[in-house]
């Protein structure tokens, strides 16, 4: 009985010790947009310090389609920061396949002609244009934009900075 009791101590105080030890780190656990998995994620202790923390997610995209704004889904990306103490903070947020992220959306109209352009908050040091079928898979990729085809056409953006990379989807209905 006296054994028991010792052992029940025991694990008790590890489990106590385990919860305590564990709430002094600053969890960077973020649900990515579009009910992305975070697959990696930022073990930053935290000890009273700055409440400046830095960006773990990539830079917004805005479309122009002619005069309307699209705002695109984000889907994938990869991005780290340094933390400016020789440490640095990271996540992966994965999801689903371009046409997935963009299923329930309203495609916006355009025609052949349409003005199209891609407005990023920090421009990326390079970006490629992809163009999804309609059996999930890529059936074209420029390092240019264009219109091409008809009927609703799904669009990725993957755009590559020192920090990381993002893809962002969005679709269009060409007439």
């Known amino acids: 009985m006296m054994n028991f009791r010792i052992l029940f101590f025991a694990l008790t105080l590890i489990f106590l010790l385990s919860i305590i030890g564990c709430s002094v780190i600053n969890d960077t656990n973020k649900i990515a947009d579009n009910n992305s998995k ?40 990869s991005w780290s920061v340094d933390n400016g103490d020789g440490t640095a903070s990271g996540i992966e947020a994965g999801s689903s396949t371009p046409p997935e992220l963009v299923k329930d959306s309203n495609p916006m109209q355009a025609t052949a002609n349409t003005n199209i352009e891609l407005d990023f908050e920090v421009q990326p040091e390079s970006y490629t244009v992809r163009i999804w079928g309609d059996d999930n898979n890529v059936v074209n990729s420029s390092v240019e934009f264009f219109l091409s085809g008809k009927g609703k056409i799904v669009y990725e953006v993957l755009a590559h900075w020192e920090q990381g990379t993002a893809s962002y989807a969005f679709s269009l209905d060409v007439e």
């Open 38 to 77: 975070v697959t990696d994620v930022s073990n930053k202790e935290d000890f009273g310090g700055s409440s400046e923390s830095p960006t773990l997610k990539p830079p917004s995209l805005t479309v122009y389609v002619g005069e309307k704004i699209v705002r695109p889904s984000l889907g994938t990306y």
